[in-house]
Nanobody, 115 residues
């Protein structure tokens, strides 16, 4: 079992920036994928970005050029740098870990973009 603890959410004005962090602990396999999903009220959960242990990344089209995902394998931590935030980025952001044996989710952190 892998446990995930997210931090860094909050309230920000349009055009502002936030950095989310997600620390993993427990039975971590060296080859894994970590990522961020988001879910807004009344909408389905959607992939924001993910990064594999080797460093390759995927992004949702809606965040390309504004968000950057990175990871520190020594700390088992993934980061999401979010710039040029828009009101439509408002959602609960959830961290995700997966390897060939298991998948785990964090509790989520609220991101609200509003003036």
């Amino acid at each position: 079992q892998v446990q995930l603890v997210e931090s860094g959410g909050g309230l920000v004005q349009p055009g502002g920036s936030l950095r989310l962090s997600c620390a993993a602990s427990g039975n971590i396999f060296s080859i894994n994928t970590m990522g961020w999903y988001r879910q807004a009220p009344g909408k389905q959960r959607e992939l924001v970005a993910r990064i594999r242990s080797g460093g390759s990344t995927n992004y949702a089209d809606s965040v390309k050029g504004r968000f950057t995902i990175s990871r520190d394998n020594a700390k088992n931590t993934v980061y999401l740098q979010m710039n040029s935030l828009k009101p439509e980025d408002t959602a609960v952001y959830l961290c995700d870990y997966s390897d060939y044996r298991q998948r785990s989710w964090g509790q989520g952190t609220q991101v609200t973009v509003s003036s």
